[in-house]
């Protein structure tokens, strides 16, 4: 193909673009508050962390009134009415001995072989569980933080150290996601040195530990975790499912189209305990279906591909909760993030519709036609679905058609079939989103707080439009709460102290480790960390 050619392609994909996405500019908030507006006029307020970065992980305790945030080498225990206040940290460096140890391996002893702190759970009503990196020797502890909101605690249990493999990655440049369950947690985690193992792990508890298979990428291909939620789906708890947000390259694609990127959305049950035969300490129950966000156009869709974030908010029906999620494109043509809102009943129908099914290497991906065994691969046993108690009574022809169909051939498209809200050559990308429900007088609007990677959060508001499900959302504001532009890396809603409009906690964290941003927080707007201040 030559100049011409390839130029003309260009310019008709920016054309075909436009025409779908209606050739809007970007939304222009109601109202704009610079940082310093917000410094001035609206109480925030910073927390300076010395010698130290990387803001890993952030965890808001309502009942005590604390922000717990973890960092390189150290833990902190801020209060949420004033984060500048009251203030309790706690340094966690990894042993020299390891240090040295990633040193000889080739890491950076300086940036890169310390202890980033990259998870923060409340495991009980005295202690949290925080891992960190360890230096490329992956280490949890559990942190004593009392239960007397009057004297905040941050205490190290020397006793409570726990091998932090298949919980927290290797490197500080990974991104961890988990969710503590009772006394078990989910990682989505890469579980080797050198970031090649990725896998879906449970340990902890009184269970025995199970993972995904290994390097069989029809189960994961190079993924990228984003979020995971425990999802009750009836009275009986054997029915709980635990779901994991990532993306990931398309085994599905054609070969054409090279390394493509896609969004998925991947079940397991809680009472997996395995296969007795087959699939010995792995997951008999995974399964994973394509999150798909896009504009529809008369003459080809414009899909918004990379998952940012997922967000997990309640409905009046306790067992269908709404997914909002922030979307960017891996498009070269242009610059655009998306909002999709998905119902998780349009979730669970992707898992019982029909498995996506190859012949071999030269044929292409079709839906599966033949017989699907009994019980249906996916279904936890449970007296809901039939007779089975435990998936090490599940018969082999159930494991094995496990084992080799784990991706649906359908789909989960959002409510209203297109994005709630979307930007296009803004000048930034989407990479958080948190939402809250709130009442007005003529009902409930749900009211989403989505950050950036240019350091700002956008508040908008999600208003019904021609009936349910359809709607749309209204920029309202634009929050430059970062002084320096860096990124948005975690939001949370602290709704109680909603005044007038719910508090929103976030952190920044570098592109490097050990050359992040200053961070900064403010109350009752927004919270907030980087490299050097949260």
Known sequence: MGRAEAAAMILGLVLLCTAVLGGASPSPPRLRLSFRELQAQHGLRTFRLARTCCYEALLVDEERGR??????????????????????????????????????????????????????????????????????????????????????????????????????????????????????????????????????????????????????????????????????????????????????????????????????????????????????????????????????????????????????????????????????????????????????????????GPFAHKEGPVHQWVSYQGRVPYPRPGVCPSKTFGTFSSTKDFPDDVIQFARNHPLMYNPVLPMGGRPLFLQVGAGYTFTQIAADRVAAADGHYDVLFIGTDAGTVLKVISVPKGGRPNAEGLLLEELHVFEDSAAVTSMQISSKRAAPAPNAAWRVTPTAPGTGPRAHASSPVPRGGSGGKT
């Open 67 to 352: 922000l717990f945030v973890g960092a390189e080498n150290h833990l902190a225990s801020l209060s949420l009415d004033n984060i500048s206040k009251r203030a309790k940290k706690l340094a966690w460096p990894a042993p020299v001995e390891w240090r040295e140890e990633c040193n000889w391996a080739g890491k950076d002893i300086a940036t890169e072989c310390m202890n980033f702190v990259k998870l923060l759970h409340a495991y009980n009503r005295t202690h949290l569980l925080a891992c960190g990196t360890g230096a490329f020797h992956p280490t949890c502890a559990f942190v004593e933080v009392g239960h007397r909101l009057e004297e905040p605690v941050l205490r190290l249990d020397p006793r409570g150290l726990e091998d932090g493999k298949g919980k927290s990655p290797y490197d500080p440049r990974h991104r961890a996601a988990s969710v503590l369950v009772g006394e078990e947690l989910y990682s989505g985690v890469a579980a080797d040195l050198m970031g090649r193992d990725f896998t879906i792990f449970r340990s902890l508890g009184q269970r025995p530990s199970l993972r995904t298979e290994p390097h069989d990428s029809r189960w994961l291909n190079e993924p990228k975790f984003v979020k995971v939620f425990w999802i009750p789906e009836s009275e009986n708890p054997d029915d709980d499912k635990i779901y994991f947000f990532f993306r990931e390259l398309a085994v599905e694609a054609a070969p054409a189209l090279g390394r493509l990127t896609v969004s998925r959305v991947g079940q397991i049950c809680r009472n997996d305990v395995g296969g007795q035969r087959s699939l010995v300490n792995k997951w008999t129950t995974f399964l994973k279906a394509r999150l798909v966000c896009s504009v529809p156009g008369v003459e080809g869709d414009t899909h918004f591909d990379q998952l940012q974030d997922v967000f997990l908010l309640s409905s009046r029906d306790r067992w269908a909760p709404l997914l909002y999620t922030v979307f960017s494109t891996s498009s070269g043509i242009f610059q655009g993030s998306a909002v999709c809102v998905y119902s998780m009943n349009d979730v669970r129908r992707a898992f019982l």
